[in-house]
Every structure is written in C-alpha cells, then in structure tokens.
C-alpha cells in the first residue's frame, strides 16, 4: 500500500541551527508531494508542494525541499531555524489511484534558545 | 476574507449522542473536505465533496454523515458517538482538488465519553 514515512516524531535544533526533517514516500506514479505546517492550536497551512519540474521546491518562511526520485524522498530543510518555527510538519503525498493525499505521522519540531 | 471557519472549537459527547460539526468557507472554493486528526497518524481523510449536491466518501467514512446543499457549507453528522470518535476534526477546502492547495480551518477537538 501507498505510504509515507516522516523520521522522527520529535525533532529539536538550537536556534539558528539546520533545520531537517525527513519523508520517504511510495508512489508508482510521477507524485504530487507536499508539506504542511501546523502551529499550536490552528490548522494546518500549506509550506510548499511539488507537481512537476524543477526538483528543488521554495516555500514560505525559508523552507525549501528538494525531490530526490531515486531516493524516494522529499526532506524540508531550512538553513537557519527560528522559535517562531516551533510546530508541527506534515509531510503528504497524493494517492496514485484517486487524487487523495495520504499524509505522514507528523514531526514536531522543538526549538532551543 | 474569513477562510474556512469551524464550530464548535470545543465539544463533549456521550456516547450514543449525534451532533453536527459546522464548516464554512468564504473562498468560493469547489472542493471541501472533513479530515480526522489522532496522535501519531496524521490526517484521514472522511467525507469530500467536489461541489454542492456531490460527496464521496474518504478512507474512514464510517460512523459519519456529509450533505452539501450550498457551496459555502459543509456540515459533518455523527450519527451515534463512540469513543472511538474522539479525535480533533478539521474542515478543509480547495479551488481545483485535492490535490490542489488546501485551506484548514482551526478545527474541533471531540471527546466521547
């Protein structure tokens, strides 16, 4: 079946540190690949998606993620983290066979000062 | 623009007790969808509708009811709480699909007691 994998429930970085977080999908079919953001107690916003073409993909608030086919992955990364980052991300991809998304578990990301 | 508004924010049930979950969008959008949110699973998708008069049923339909006689509404029926139920609920909704860009409301956290 159709699945996506985000590594790590909890991720923390310092601030001003890498940030990374990590989805692996399935897919049999060129995907439509995406991340969202969900800050505490809101819903969930759209970060960034990719549909076709260039493989590195820019979002909102300095995130970015890069499409690897081969590796069947879509990681987010931001160069420089911020406590205004702190929430949690999930990763989705559409479903092959009706247009769907089926999302990842989520990862929080914890910010240090 | 108030986006995709939800009500309640906050609601108790017993069990065997029926309500309606509210959501409403101002964006004119097509596409309107009801997601489930529960720890370590990411967000399941329940009932969409691809315009008013038209529903389809998601991965976890059971136990729910949709109806959508306008384009702006899209209520959300439990028919017969169960625990199992208890979730935070999140009303969702987008100009072309699914896979398009989608807009969340704030969401309802349910309790069934």
């Known amino acids: 079946a159709q699945s996506v994998t985000q590594l790590g429930s909890h991720v923390s970085v310092s601030e001003g540190a890498l940030v990374l977080l990590r989805c692996n999908y399935s897919?049999?079919?060129?995907?439509?690949l995406f991340w969202y953001v969900q800050y505490p107690n809101q819903g969930l916003q759209l970060l960034l998606k990719y549909t076709t073409g260039a493989t590195l993909v820019k979002g909102i608030n300095g995130f970015e993620a890069e499409f690897k086919k081969s590796e069947t992955s879509f990681h987010l990364t931001k160069p420089s983290a911020h406590m205004s980052d702190a929430a949690e991300y999930f990763c989705a991809v559409r479903r092959d066979s009706n247009y769907q998304l089926i999302w990842g578990a989520g990862t929080k990301l914890i910010i240090k000062p | 623009n108030a986006g995709v508004t939800q009500t309640p924010k906050f609601q108790v049930l017993k069990t065997g007790q029926s309500m309606t979950l509210q959501c409403a969008q101002d964006?004119?959008?097509?596409?309107m969808s009801w997601y489930r949110q529960d720890p370590g699973m990411g967000l399941r998708l329940i009932h969409y509708s691809v315009g008013a008069g038209i529903t389809d049923q998601g991965e976890v339909p059971n136990g729910y009811n949709v109806s959508r006689s306008t384009t702006e509404d899209f209520p959300l029926r439990l028919l017969s709480a169960a625990p199992s139920q208890t979730s935070v609920y999140f009303c969702a909704s987008s100009y072309y699909g699914l896979e398009a860009t989608q807009y969340f409301g704030p969401g309802t956290r349910l309790t069934v007691l």
């Open positions: 897919s049999s079919v060129p995907p439509y």
């Open positions: 964006m004119n959008h097509e596409y």
